[in-house]
């Protein structure tokens, strides 16, 4: 009776994980990017990331570019740059248009809003 129960719910895990990741592909460039402690505007015109179909990432913030292999689990997008540990971002929103996440970087809060290109 069990494994009957965890069927469907395995399908419906993977329908919106399909979905999600869906969601996440193309290009997303930088609208907002503010810390707790501060309210201005982190954003730069040279802070974007593009997340493809093979779940493959590439990014630039500033000067950094980067490339690697990305996840989903749960709410959270796990990010794997080349030859670098796991970045973990909490996704708060995820539409057609937008992704906004919330993440730590030496201890305080930063909240990054993305709109696709």
Same mark, same amino acid.
């Given at each position: @009776?069990? $494994?009957?129960?965890?069927?469907?719910?395995?399908?419906?895990?993977? /329908?919106?994980?399909?979905?999600? =990741?869906?969601? *996440?592909?193309? $290009?997303?460039?930088?609208?907002?990017?503010?810390?707790?402690?501060?309210?201005?505007?982190?954003?730069?015109?040279?802070?974007?990331? @593009?997340?493809?179909?093979? $779940?493959? =990432?590439?990014?630039?913030?500033?000067?950094?570019?980067? #490339?690697?292999?990305?996840? *989903?689990?749960?709410? #959270?997008?796990?990010?794997?740059?080349?030859?670098? @540990?796991?970045?973990?971002?909490?996704?708060? /929103?995820? /539409?057609?248009?937008? *992704?906004?996440?919330? @993440?730590?970087?030496?201890?305080? $809060?930063?909240?990054? /809003?993305? *709109? #696709?290109?």
């Amino acid at each position: @009776m069990k $494994k009957l129960l965890m069927l469907p719910l395995a399908l419906i895990l993977f /329908t919106c994980n399909s979905e999600k =990741y869906e969601l *996440l592909n193309g $290009k997303w460039n930088c609208h907002s990017w503010t810390i707790e402690s501060s309210e201005d505007n982190q954003c730069s015109s040279n802070v974007y990331f @593009m997340f493809s179909p093979d $779940k493959t =990432y590439s990014s630039k913030i500033g000067s950094l570019e980067e #490339k690697g292999h990305f996840m *989903l689990s749960g709410d #959270k997008l796990i990010c794997t740059p080349e030859g670098k @540990m796991d970045i973990g971002v909490e996704i708060n /929103t995820l /539409t057609q248009d937008t *992704l906004r996440f919330t @993440m730590s970087r030496s201890g305080q $809060k930063e909240i990054v /809003t993305l *709109l #696709k290109e």
